[in-house]
């Protein structure tokens, strides 16, 4: 990756590690990041007194600015989520009572219409046990006079009107 290539990306983790490595290219032959603790500049270094690497102080005060900014923006569209989530379970709640009046007018309907369907049953009954009644008088009275004119007329052979 070149020099300029590495200013012009932004900054990001990969950034700086590739500003740690960049620092220490320019000593021949050390290709090796050292991630030393802040506290030791006094103590003993593995590379024989060497100084520590210079620390990019600014790239990661941009880091962690970057992060405080990815918080906030993944805070403010949870709480976006949040009212969204509220308001379609406030209109669900409100379906909901909807559907349950719905259902509860259906459900008076549904009684009236039964009772129709037994009071309309009761009457079919009713009706039917009339034509019984009607059928056995229009046969009781009707019927044995009937009986005899036709087989007198079965036997001569014409028909009676």
Not at 46 to 72: C, F, H, K, N, T
Not at 112 to 119: L, S, T
Not at 137 to 146: I, L, Y
């Amino acid at each position: 990756m070149s020099e300029q290539a590495a200013k012009d990306a932004p900054s990001s983790g990969n950034s700086i590690l590739m500003r740690a490595w960049q620092a220490n290219v320019t000593r021949p032959g050390d290709k090796v990041i050292t991630f030393s603790p802040a506290g030791s500049e006094g103590g003993s270094s593995s590379e024989g007194g060497a100084s520590p690497p210079q620390r990019d102080w600014v790239s990661a005060i941009d880091l962690v600015q970057e992060a405080a900014e990815a918080i906030r923006i993944s805070e403010e569209r949870a709480g976006e989520l949040e009212n969204q989530l509220r308001n379609v379970i406030a209109q669900a709640e409100d379906e909901v009572r909807q559907l349950q009046k719905t259902i509860a007018s259906n459900q008076v309907l549904l009684a009236q219409a039964e009772d129709r369907a037994r009071r309309a049953e009761a009457r079919a009954k009713e009706a039917e046990s009339w034509l019984v009644r009607i059928h056995d008088a229009v046969f009781s009275a009707f019927g044995a006079k009937a009986k005899p004119g036709t087989a007198e007329s079965a036997d001569t052979g014409q028909d009676t009107p």
